[in-house]
Structures are given as C-alpha cells and as structure tokens.
C-alpha cells in the first residue's frame, strides 16, 4: 500500500457513499508518537465498514535494557526513522452479534496490498 493508492481509495469511497466519518488517531510506542492511523468509517454494501490506514515511521533499531535481578524492570528503546514509514491498510466490518469490528482481507480493496 502505497500513500497515493489510499488516496484514490479515500476519494473513491467519498464519491460512493454517504455518511462518513473520518478522523486521525496517533500512533504511540513507549509513550513517544510513531504515526498516525487515518480512519474512515462509513455505510457500504457489506454493512458498516471501517478503513484504517497505518502510516508509522520505520524503527531502525531496538535495545533491550533489563536486569537479571528479581524485581528489576526492564525496558525497550527504539530508534526511529524521520524521512522512511511503512504503510498498511486494514478493513473492517461491524459485527453486530458481537458488536465489535471483525477484519476483512483488504485486498479486495486493491491488487498491491
């Protein structure tokens, strides 16, 4: 998934259907913003549907810092990528028996996802 394609996918569902909601949420690791999901939630043929698409930068190294002695914490830093992201998206539907989202395979959406 590409930025541009979800582009085309976000107009393409805003000329198609009615009733959209659409917010931006940020994205968190340890407490410090990664990205942001780019939301969409509107009525289709397959019922309510919600598209998200994940925008988060790219984590270009981890350390761990821990202690072996009992009642120590541990700790997980990362360095993160300020020009590289990797983007995802995921579709979902609102199951009303269990009133909660059920993800669907997104590509019917597109052929490179």
């Not at 931006?24 to 942001?36: A, H, K, L």
């Not at 988060?56 to 009642?71: C, H, Q």
């Not at 993160?80 to 609102?94: A, C, G, H, I, Q």
């Amino acid at each position: 998934m590409t930025l541009e394609k979800w582009q085309d996918i976000k107009s393409m569902v805003k000329d198609k259907f009615k009733n959209i909601i659409e917010s931006i949420e940020p994205i968190y690791i340890n407490s410090e913003p990664n990205g942001e999901k780019d939301i969409l939630i509107f009525d289709s043929p397959l019922g309510k549907t919600k598209l998200e698409f994940i925008k988060k930068a790219v984590i270009l190294d981890k350390k761990e810092f821990y202690s072996k002695r009992m009642g120590s914490d541990s700790r997980t830093e990362y360095t993160l990528s300020d020009n590289e992201f990797s983007y995802k998206m995921d579709v979902y539907t609102w199951n009303t028996n269990i009133d909660d989202w059920d993800k669907i395979d997104s590509k019917m959406f597109s052929n490179d996802v």
